[in-house]
């Protein structure tokens, strides 16, 4: 059987350069699909054009309109590439318009010294934490195991002062971590202009960035254990803010950082 | 007198589409330009293609290849807008390959209630702190007056376990801070792996992705003052790091938040 997230993205070609997909119900958030699964769409569509070039590194993902659930296309267009790095882009278009923009940055990694700053914050394992179950909400939540250790959407509309995220997270039903599942994976917290507001509002994301500490390896040692995320709005000013995340798996490994931009109101 | 930052961000425009410049000798690097006059540069071209469709909140520059001291274009492209948001994306060529690509989010911001999560750290003011003089190094560095507080270059090959920065930056001579100068500033900072080690090696940006919380206004009144900036390396793992950092105006308003992904060796 298929995992829903590989179902998700399917995509079929038409040509050398050119995918044709679909979203998937799965995945369905209040107005379209989930970011994160258009996000791993798209990297899923430059990791196809760029193949065995190495490894995704930074992955910028824009969203300029709302995705139907009908077919759309992904253009892909390798811009450059030498023995160690290769630039790619894509489009995802639906009726003609741009909907979804993306580049990644693939590397050939090298050995190096290593270091790690962003310590994992020391939390309860995932099996002591009570999963969230949520009664309503988008379907995409049901796509995720979630399990929060603060900052969780209460929707009481006591306001807070600090909009900081934590909690455990796992594909549902678990599957092996990948670059495309990492990468939704650092767009699943819910806009920190609610957990402010602790009350629902309009917010969606106009860009993400997420840079990758993980490497295939550190994927394979992750396989579908739950992962660490956090995260946190650093600014609110006339209609944008900003949300600054990262992810880490069980043995404290830092796996990715992304900065948003995200649109919000009310 | 044209100020040396407009001076090096003029272009020519050769069609519609496409620009014509030339880097200045005055933002020159170790090797080619500093990249925050790039992204400046980018950004410079992106809003004449955009012309009055709103303020860039959100930038994303890659660089994919070195930059010489010979003309290059700029083909900019609108890629979907509406009333509230456009999105524009850039690719600087030279001899015929995209050395450096960007993407813009402009928006018509709107009223909506503010908050700000990160606080500037308290600090003396930037006349209390003495300016940086650097008797070496690429000759970009005089361009700016830069007054550590903390996370300084030393070049003592003492290790340091934490890369955090923290500075006050302004263009020398002083100008008027506008949307392209805050950009090139958000990638203003020493390479984390130099402040990690305290030696120099090999680093080089792949990505730099900006939000700006600044408005016309904010930058208004902003003017041509110090802006402190923060940067911290998250995690350094086979050849590439990632880079978070933050610059506040002198009243303590958050002006941009950044995140990069960069190359290392050494």
């Known amino acids: 059987m298929t995992h829903p997230f590989d179902e998700a993205l399917q995509l079929q070609r038409l040509d050398e350069h050119t995918l044709q997909g679909q979203t998937s119900p799965v995945y369905d958030n209040m107005v379209g699909p989930f970011g994160g699964i258009l996000a791993a769409t798209m990297l899923h569509a430059l990791q196809q054009e760029t193949q065995s070039q190495g490894e995704p590194v930074s992955v910028n993902v824009n969203y300029a309109g709302p995705v139907a659930a009908t077919p759309f296309e992904i253009r892909t267009q390798c811009l450059r590439s030498n023995r160690s790095t290769t630039h790619a882009q894509a489009q995802l278009i639906q009726d003609g318009q741009v909907a979804v923009y993306a580049s990644a940055v693939f590397a050939r990694r090298h050995e190096t010294w290593t270091a790690q700053e962003q310590a994992r914050p020391e939390v309860p394992a995932a099996a002591q ?64 202009s609610f957990i402010r507001q602790q009350q629902l509002g309009i917010a969606g994301t106009i860009a993400l960035s997420t840079h990758f500490h993980a490497t295939a390896e550190t994927l394979a040692r992750t396989g579908s254990q739950h992962l660490l995320a956090r995260a946190r ?13 990262q992810l880490w798996n069980a043995d404290g490994e830092l796996l990715a950082s992304s900065l948003q931009s995200v649109y919000y109101k009310g």
């Open 233 to 245: 709005g650093q600014g609110f000013r006339r209609g944008y803010f900003d949300q600054s995340a």
């Open 129 to 192: 934490c009570p999963r969230q179950r949520l009664d309503v909400g988008p379907r995409w939540l049901g796509a995720y195991d979630m399990r929060f250790i603060e900052g969780e959407l209460k929707l009481d509309g006591q306001p807070r002062e600090d909009t900081s995220s934590l909690l455990w997270v796992r594909d549902e039903p678990p599957r092996a971590l990948d670059f495309a599942a990492l990468l939704a994976m650092s767009d699943i917290f819910f806009p920190r």
